[in-house]
Every structure is written in C-alpha cells, then in structure tokens.
C-alpha cells in the first residue's frame, strides 16, 4: 500500500516556540491531505484539509493561524504550531488521499503521528 | 447532526473467538464505509472499504457487513490473536472524491491469550 511519512515523530518544545511538522507521501501523489489531532483515549479529530497550490480549509473551532498549513507540492504538506503553549500538547496525525487517473480514490493513508509535548 | 457510535466499553475476547464490534450512524447516508485499525501511539492504519451495495467484504481473518437499513457496520475478525489487540475506528464516507473523513471513537479489543 501507499506510504505517508510524518516528521518528527516526537517533538518536545518550550512555550512559546513555533514547531513545524512535515508530511509526505511517498509513493504517490495526494492533492488532498488531512491534519487531525488526537488526544489521549478520545478519536481523531479532523483540523484542517490541505490542499496543493490553495488555502487550507478549517475545522470549524480551528484557529488558522495558530495551525498554519502549506501545501506547496504535491507530496508534501506541513503544519506549524505557532507560539505552541501547553494546551496544545497532543498527537497530530496528518492523512494523503491518493490521486489515480485524476480522480481521488476512496482511501486516506496515515503518517506514524507526531506527539507534541509543550513545556 | 451526523453521529458515528462504536462500542464504548472496551472489548475483551478469548484467543481464536471471534471478534464483533459495531459502528452505528445516524442521520447519514454513507456511500462507503472504511475500518481502521490504530495501535497505540500510531497513525489509523486502512483494514477494509465497503461500499453501500456490498452486504459483506472479506479479507483474509477480517469481514465486515454493511446495512444501510439498519444504519450499522459490523466489523469481525474470526480466531483472534493477541496481535489482533487494538483500537478499531469506523469511517462512513458520503461519497467518492475527496472526502474529509469523520471517525467514529473507535472500539478497543483486547485478545486474551
């Protein structure tokens, strides 16, 4: 199956300090990625649909500039967490549907996840 | 508003039972319905897609039924392993294309040896 790739996995940061997640596909292309956010024992929580070459597309309750994501190829997607305080420790998970014969199949492939401590 | 329930309560099993956990929705008409598979600490991993004219999909140890009437998806996996152990969420997507998709809380199973 198609790979996504999430880096870093771990990331541990001071208050106040920006951290930037990457997601890649790997072997294929995806116009559409997904960010989500995860807390302990509860589901994924859709933030965000990144979408290549446009603007991101918000959950509603979502700050968009606290999440920023750049969508700026067609394999690769990032988010940063601005000034990131302790509330938003959590596990971020970003998703890439893939794109075959220019239509999206019905599959969204998963990155490892990115565990976000903010001290 | 639309609404995914999967089991609350986790699901404990005997190894080589067979496994049944349910997603339920309302006030959807999914034209597919996707399980996943998610250990702890690690992205949601796709199992199996069924479509809304699919009674039932099988793969390998792992089937899984769809009812559009009832509005449930039964997920099943016959002669549990312990390796089985995980959280299972359920995804009903309205249509093709590029679809957000909206999980279900997901159901833990826990495969006793």
């Known amino acids: 199956g198609a790979v996504v790739s999430q880096h870093p996995s771990w990331v541990i940061c001071k208050s106040g300090t920006s951290v930037k997640i990457e997601c890649r596909s790997l072997?294929?292309?995806?116009?559409?990625m997904f960010w989500y956010r995860q807390f302990p024992k509860q589901s994924l929580m859709l933030m965000a649909t990144?979408?290549?070459?446009?603007?991101?597309?918000?959950e509603q309750g979502v700050e968009k500039d606290k999440f920023l994501i750049n969508h700026a190829s067609l394999t690769l997607s990032t988010l940063t967490v601005t000034s990131a305080h302790p509330e938003d420790s959590s596990f971020y998970i970003c998703?890439?549907?893939?794109?075959?014969?220019?239509?999206?199949?019905?599959?969204?492939?998963f990155g490892a996840g990115t565990r976000l401590s903010v001290l | 508003s639309q609404k995914i329930e999967q089991n609350s309560e986790a699901l404990n099993i005997q190894e080589g039972k067979t496994a049944t956990l349910t997603c339920n929705y309302t006030?959807?008409?999914?034209?597919?319905l996707q399980w996943y598979r998610q250990d702890p600490g690690r992205g949601p991993v796709f199992l199996l897609l069924?479509?809304?004219?699919?009674k039932e999909k099988r793969k390998e140890r792992l089937k899984v039924t769809f009812d559009t009437t009832l509005k449930q998806s039964l997920f099943h996996i016959t002669a549990s392993q312990p390796a089985d152990s995980a959280t299972y969420l359920c995804?009903?997507?309205?249509?093709?294309?590029?679809?957000?998709?909206?999980f279900g809380t997901g159901t833990k199973l826990q495969v006793i040896p």
């Open positions: 998703s890439a549907q893939e794109v075959a014969g220019g239509r999206a199949k019905n599959i969204q492939y």
């Open positions: 072997d294929f292309q995806a116009t559409t």
């Open positions: 990144s979408n290549e070459g446009s603007k991101a597309t918000y």
């Open positions: 006030n959807y008409s999914p034209a597919y």
């Open positions: 069924i479509r809304e004219n699919e």
């Open positions: 995804a009903p997507i309205l249509s093709g294309g590029y679809q957000k998709v909206t």
